[in-house]
């Protein structure tokens, strides 16, 4: 997978020196699914992150400069391998990477469940899978309630990401071994 080779290249590199000082809500959801910060969210996204909460158990991987937005941001051309564009780093560890890409292709691009066998040799998937789920939701909370939602943001895009994120979140519960 293209995604696991660049992360394998990115090994050893240093954390971004400004990851800290980031206040934009991409960064604010990304502090909030690790634990590092707190929002109110209310409305249809509340509960699917309160059940996400509730699936969320701790994580031993390391954590690494990691590229937060893959899906996205690869061009295919034919005979060549995958190329990743348009870097948004973070911090995290890189099965991070690998499941949020596999939400994105979930929530964005009609990707079936089944897609996470792919990525069955990432330590610690289900965790990644429920913070990079979380992620995604709760940008969708917090550009609703933003002055200035993202140039691709749509409200309308908040059911269908809540609809495509049912099967993933009752795979999750399946896998935790949590009851609904």
Avoid: K
């Amino acid at each position: 997978m293209a995604c696991q080779q660049f992360h394998r290249a990115l090994e050893g590199m240093p954390p971004p020196p400004f990851q800290h000082r980031r206040d934009d809500i991409f960064a604010i959801a990304d502090r909030v699914v690790w634990g590092e910060h707190s929002v109110e969210v209310d409305g249809p996204i509340a509960s699917a992150l309160d059940e996400l909460a509730g699936l969320t158990r701790p994580i031993a991987s390391l954590s690494q400069l990691i590229h937060g937005d893959v899906a996205g941001n690869l061009l295919f051309a034919r005979g060549l391998p995958p190329a990743v564009i348009d870097f948004s780093p973070y911090w995290r560890p890189a099965g991070h990477a690998v499941a949020q890409t596999i939400v994105d292709a979930i929530l964005w691009y009609g990707a079936d469940v089944s897609l996470v066998v792919a990525a069955s040799d990432v330590a610690e998937l289900d965790q990644f899978l429920v913070r990079a789920l979380a992620f995604r939701l709760l940008l969708d909370a917090l550009q609703l309630d933003a002055e200035t939602p993202t140039a691709r943001f749509q409200p309308t895009q908040v059911q269908r990401d809540l609809d495509h994120a049912a099967s993933l979140i009752a795979f999750l519960r399946a896998e935790t071994g949590t009851a609904p």
